[in-house]
C-alpha cells in the first residue's frame, strides 16, 4: 500500500525537522529516519501528529450520517470530489478522492505514526513509556476501526514496514482487522491513565472504543462490563442544561471522553469543520450552502422539552422552498473570537457507555431502563418503567432511537443500522443490495495498489 510508505517518511520526517519549524505540519517528505536515530524525548511530538485529524477531516468525518437515514443532502459534487448526494442515494463513486479517498488516507497517516511509536517503545524496551505505548495502542485501534466500518477488511499493517513489495497486497479479512482491534485496546487499557483532557486517549476512552467494539461483534456480556466501568469510574457527567457546551472548544464539561481538534484555523474558519456541511446557510451565520439537514423522521423523535433540540434550527432552504431542520451540533464556536477557532470531531462520549450498558442487558433479553432514565433525565426527556416495554425487542427499538437522538452528526448511524438490523431495509428501498454496506476502495488506492482486490458491488 503506498499510501503507507509515504505517510511514514512524511510523519518521521515531520519529526526530524520540527526542531527547525516547530510545527508537525509543515514536512518535506524527501528523507526518513530509522528507529534507531529517535530519541525518546521526541516520542511525545510523533504522537501529537498522531492525534491530528487530517486538514480537510470535515469531509470524511460526515459521510455515515450522509449515508443512512439521520440526514437528507441534495450538495452536489464532481465524480472525483466530495458528492454528498451520492452518499444519501448510497450510491457513491469509486473516483471519490474527498470523502471517501481521505477517509482511508486520514487514518493511515495517524497508524503511521502510531506504528513507528509503538515498535519503538518495544524494541528500546521502554518501561517509563508504558503510558504513551497505550496512547499509540488506542489510536491505531480507532483507525482500524474507521477503516473495517467503511471497507470491512483492509491491509493491516503493524510494523513500520517500507518495503513497496510488503506494502502492495491484498487486504486482511474483516475478522483479521477486528481481532487486531481487540488486541491493541486490550493491551493498552491497563498501560493508560485515568481520565483528565478530551485531547488525548485515556484508560476510560479505550475501555469504551472496545466495548462498542465488542457491541458490534455481538459480544454483549463483554461491552457491557466495559460500559459499566466507565460509568463506574466516576470520571464523567452528562451535560443538563446548554446542550451546545458538550461540542465547544473551551468546553468545561466531563461528558465528551475523546475527541479531534483542528485549529487553530484561519480567519476565514467558518468555511472548515462540520459546520460547513451542517449548518443553515444565510440569514445564519457562515458559509454554509444549507444543502444537508435532518430527516423529518428523526425530528420527530425528539420531545419539546429535550435540550438536544436546542441545537436544531428550522429554517427555510431557499433552493427547494421548504422548511427543513438543521443541525447546529458542530456551530456551537461560531460566536468565538478569531483566535480561538477550531474544528472539533466527536470520536467518543459518556453517553454512550451509558446506551451501550442498557443495550448489551437487552440483547439478552433483560429489559432495565436505569441507564436510559439517567441519560433521558439529563436531557430533560420523559423517562420509563421497565413495564412499558412489551419485551426486550421492543426495548431495543426504543434505544436505537435514543441513540439516534443523541449521536446524530456524529458518525455512529450507519454502524447502529447494521447492528440494529435497519440497514439492508433502508438499502433495499433505494434500489440497493448488502455490497452497499460498505464503502468501495478509491479509485486511486486501487492503482497505488493493484493487489488490492475492490470491495463487490463496485
Known amino acids: 500500500m503506498l499510501t503507507y510508505k509515504k505517510t511514514l517518511l512524511l510523519f518521521v520526517t515531520a519529526l526530524s525537522l520540527a526542531g527547525c519549524s516547530g510545527k508537525l505540519d509543515e514536512p518535506q517528505p524527501d528523507t526518513s529516519i530509522d528507529l534507531d536515530h529517535v530519541q525518546p524525548q521526541q516520542l511525545p511530538l510523533l504522537l501529537q501528529g498522531a492525534y491530528k485529524p487530517d486538514g480537510v477531516y470535515y469531509q470524511s468525518y460526515p459521510v455515515w450520517d450522509i449515508y443512512s437515514d439521520d440526514i437528507v443532502s441534495i450538495q452536489g459534487g464532481t465524480p472525483t470530489q466530495f458528492n454528498p448526494i451520492g452518499y444519501d442515494a448510497c450510491n457513491p463513486t469509486v473516483e471519490d478522492g474527498f ?6 488516507n486520514s487514518a493511515y497517516k495517524s497508524i503511521g505514526n502510531a506504528n513507528f511509536i509503538i515498535n519503538y517503545i518495544r524494541s528500546k524496551k521502554l518501561s ?75 484508560k476510560q476512552t479505550a475501555q469504551l472504543l472496545l466495548a462498542r467494539v465488542y457491541l458490534q461483534l455481538g459480544k454483549h456480556q463483554e461491552a457491557g462490563d466495559l460500559a459499566q466501568q ?32 483542528d485549529g487553530p484555523l484561519s480567519n476565514n474558519f467558518n468555511r472548515y469543520g462540520m459546520y460547513s456541511f451542517y449548518s443553515p446557510a444565510a440569514p445564519f451565520k457562515g458559509n454554509s450552502p444549507g444543502l444537508t439537514w435532518i430527516s423529518d423522521e428523526l425530528v420527530k423523535l425528539y420531545e419539546p422539552t429535550d435540550i438536544r433540540s436546542q441545537l436544531l434550527r428550522r429554517q427555510r432552504n431557499a433552493v427547494t422552498g421548504q422548511e427543513v431542520t438543521y443541525l447546529l451540533k458542530f456551530s456551537t464556536d461560531t460566536l468565538q473570537s478569531t483566535s480561538s477557532t477550531y474544528a472539533i470531531y466527536p470520536y467518543i462520549r459518556y453517553s454512550e457507555a451509558l446506551l451501550i450498558a442498557a443495550e448489551a442487558s437487552a440483547r439478552k433479553g433483560v429489559v432495565d431502563v436505569t441507564y436510559y432514565n439517567q441519560l433521558r433525565t439529563a436531557r430533560k426527556a420523559g423517562t420509563k418503567s421497565n413495564g412499558d416495554f412489551a419485551d426486550a425487542a421492543a426495548f431495543l427499538k426504543e434505544l436505537e432511537n435514543e441513540r439516534r437522538r443523541e449521536f446524530v452528526g456524529e458518525g455512529r448511524r450507519w454502524q447502529d443500522m447494521r447492528r440494529f438490523g435497519t440497514a439492508i431495509p433502508f438499502l433495499a428501498a433505494k434500489g440497493k443490495d448488502a455490497t452497499r454496506l460498505y464503502l468501495p476502495f478509491n479509485s486511486t488506492e486501487l492503482a497505488r495498489n493493484p493487489n488490492l482486490t475492490q470491495n463487490k458491488g463496485y
Open 99 to 104: 470523502g471517501n479517498g481521505r477517509t482511508i
Open 128 to 202: 517509563d513509556m508504558q503510558p504513551l505505548l497505550g496512547e499509540a495502542l488506542t489510536i491505531r485501534a480507532y483507525q482500524y476501526t474507521r477503516l473495517v466500518e467503511t471497507y470491512g477488511g483492509v491491509i493491516l499493517t503493524l510494523e513500520t514496514e517500507t518495503d513497496i513489495n510488503k506494502i502492495r497486497r491484498d487486504k486482511n479479512t474483516e475478522a483479521e482487522v477486528y481481532a487486531s482491534i481487540v488486541a491493541d485496546l486490550t493491551e493498552a487499557i491497563p498501560l493508560l491513565k485515568d481520565f483528565t483532557t478530551s485531547n488525548a486517549a485515556c
Open 230 to 261: 466507565v460509568i463506574s469510574s466516576g470520571k464523567f457527567s452528562l451535560v443538563n442544561s446548554n446542550y451546545g457546551q458538550v461540542f465547544q472548544f473551551g468546553s468545561t464539561s466531563r461528558e465528551m471522553m475523546w475527541r479531534g481538534v
